[in-house]
T-cell receptor, first 114, second 116 residues
Framework: QQQVKQSPQSLIVQKGGISIINCAYE??????FPWYQQFPGKGPALLIA?????SEKKEGRFTISFNKSAKQFSLHIMDSQPGDSATYFC?????????????FGIGTKLQVIP | DTEVTQTPKHLVMGMTNKKSLKCEQH?????MYWYKQKAKKPPELMFV???????INESVPSRFSPECPNSSLLNLHLHALQPEDSALYLC???????????????FGDGTRLSIL
């Protein structure tokens, strides 16, 4: 059962353009939403994260938009660069029995072409 | 460079072999994790150790046996694996695993395991 739905699965963007990746969730108990970036041959790295009481968070060229009522959140990469080409995973954190668990989306393979 | 070190980077083994994957971190983190990642899929949680004790086992087959000898080391012992176990095995650590504060996970670069 996929608790975090992510789209698109692949994305091609011109250099300088805006990359947008969308995620949706069902479980209202999720309380923290990180995004991970994974380059080929590397492990995932935390990129940016947001709490559901915040509608937007920006770090450099990366922005998360969060819509709590719609249970949707998205990653925007402004001025996309070839070095941003990677797989991006949205995720959601839930706490059960005092322990936190992160559920990942399916991933989006981003290719930024010069 | 990643602060979570995994060895070996690549491992090829037969179905009757016994091997171990190793993970090490020196960030003082008290939670450590094993994930399995198949190609073009997200990481799937296997095990969580919190303060050197196994706190979560996500119904992983017994042919995978985790071990946490101390707060810096995490091992995954492999025995009688199946071809479908071929995957990237990722280790991660975080400051803690409990409570309502979010403790971001730091991932290693993984061990790519191939079962013949």
């Amino acid at each position: 059962q996929q608790q975090v739905k992510q789209s698109p699965q692949s994305l091609i963007v011109q250099k300088g353009g805006i990359s947008i990746i969308n995620c949706a969730y069902e479980n209202t108990a999720f309380d923290y939403f990180p995004w991970y970036q994974q380059f080929p041959g590397k492990g995932p790295a935390l990129l940016i994260a947001i709490r559901p009481d915040v509608s937007e968070k920006k770090e450099g060229r990366f922005t998360i938009s969060f819509n709590k009522s719609a249970k949707q959140f998205s990653l925007h990469i402004m001025d996309s660069q070839p070095g941003d080409s990677a797989t991006y995973f949205c995720a959601a954190r839930g706490v059960s029995g005092g322990y936190q668990k992160v559920t990942f989306g399916i991933g989006t393979k981003l290719q930024v072409i010069p | 460079d990643t602060e979570v070190t995994q060895t070996p980077k690549h491992l090829v083994m037969g179905m009757t072999n016994k091997k171990s994957l190793k993970c090490e971190q020196h960030m003082g983190h008290r939670a450590m994790y094993w994930y399995k990642q198949k190609a073009k899929k997200p990481p799937e949680l296997m095990f969580v150790y919190s303060y050197e004790k196994l706190s979560i086992n996500e119904s992983v087959p017994s042919r995978f046996s985790p071990e946490c000898p101390n707060s810096s080391l995490l091992n995954l012992h492999l025995h009688a694996l199946q071809p479908e176990d071929s995957a990237l095995y990722l280790c991660a650590s975080s400051q803690d695993h409990r409570g309502l504060l979010f403790w971001p996970q730091h991932f290693g670069d993984g061990t790519r395991l191939s079962i013949l």
